[in-house]
């Protein structure tokens, strides 16, 4: 699509890595963050920094958000005037990770004023975020996403999955496999070690068959190395694990697996780790086997 203005509010962890993906391709970026110094970061690389949403939003005709929740959405778009700041035409894609009504909600008010919105979450972390590998799961009017495909290009692979709130379920269904598997393979490196086994020599010696995942990869080289420092922050996955439930309950499922490490990352943020890497929850299953390293223990 020719002519198009970005606005992009939220620039983060995820977010201004994406930034530079779009900038890199050759698109014009107007950034804004609530701590200032996130979208100043990107001034070097070819953004230009507003000072609030709305003068980010000024003459956009494709804003994406990345914020922290759906009340933060919710905020920018309506309460600090966003959605009236744009003019009719204009798409917001929110890549933010957010409760599927949320989502549904933004689109219809917004419709309202003429604007479409496209739920789009994404998956591949930082790591993604960078290389532009991030996978994409859009929700909303199928002419209008596949109408953004040169937008959504430098940032990863998008797969439209259905219509309004579809992407955020898809993010949902995403969050309990990657919580789950975090959890699976830290008991598996809990139990290698006690059993006398070498853990780093374990996930080498398990990669390529069955068990090889992401996680094992990415989370699992944090687990060996002990390196917890945020890529995900465990109060966001608990934030969506919270969101998984909420839609269970909604829908009258029992998920049983992921019930159970809600719960281990529940009381993981509760003991000061919400902004520790969710791969981290290995430390809250360790203290729960008394299994303690002694670099963690002091």
């Keep these: 699509m020719s002519g198009v203005k970005i606005a992009f509010l939220g620039t983060g ?8 993906r779009l900038l890199g391709a050759g698109f014009p970026v107007t950034v804004w963050n609530r701590a200032s110094e996130k979208a100043q970061a990107l001034a070097a690389d070819g953004a230009v920094v507003a000072t609030d949403p709305v003068q980010a939003v000024t003459g956009a005709n494709v804003v994406f958000t990345m914020l922290s929740d759906g009340h933060a959405v919710a905020n920018v778009l309506f309460e600090q005037g966003v959605a009236r700041a744009l003019a009719s035409g204009a798409i917001v894609i929110d890549t933010s990770s957010i409760a599927p009504a949320m989502a549904r909600d933004h689109a ?4 309202e004023l003429g604007i479409a919105h496209v739920d789009s979450p994404v998956s591949g972390g930082v790591v993604g975020a960078q290389a532009g590998t991030l996978a994409l799961m859009a929700g909303g009017d199928a ?3 596949a ?24 993010k ?10 975090i959890g699976a393979v830290a008991e598996a490196m809990m139990l290698v070690q006690a059993g006398g086994a070498d853990r ?7 990669r ?4 090889e995942s992401r996680i094992l990869e990415l989370h699992g080289a944090r687990m060996v190395e002990r390196n917890f420092a945020p890529g995900g922050p465990s109060r966001l ?5 919270n969101a998984v439930a909420d839609l269970a309950a909604a829908t009258d499922l029992t998920l049983p697996l992921t019930e159970v490490v809600r719960s281990a990352f529940t009381d993981f943020v509760a003991s000061g780790h919400g902004d520790t890497d969710h791969s981290g929850l290995l430390l809250h299953l360790e203290r729960l086997n008394a299994a303690i390293p002694a670099e963690e223990s002091k």
């Excluded at 219809?108 to 419709?111: I, Q, S, T, V």
């Excluded at 996955?237 to 694990?241: E, N, P, S, T």
């Design 208 to 211: 390529g068959g069955f068990a």
């Design 237 to 241: 996955q608990l934030k969506d694990l």
């Design 108 to 111: 219809a008010r917004l419709a």
């Design 143 to 145: 002419d209008v996403i």
């Design 147 to 170: 109408g953004l495909a040169e937008v959504f290009a430098p940032l990863g692979r998008l797969t439209h999955v259905g219509p309004s709130g579809a992407g955020q379920v898809c």
């Design 172 to 181: 949902l269904a995403n969050q309990q496999i990657v919580a789950v598997t």
């Design 13 to 20: 962890l995820m977010g201004a890595p994406m930034v530079r």
């Design 200 to 206: 780093a020599k374990f996930r080498d010696a398990i």
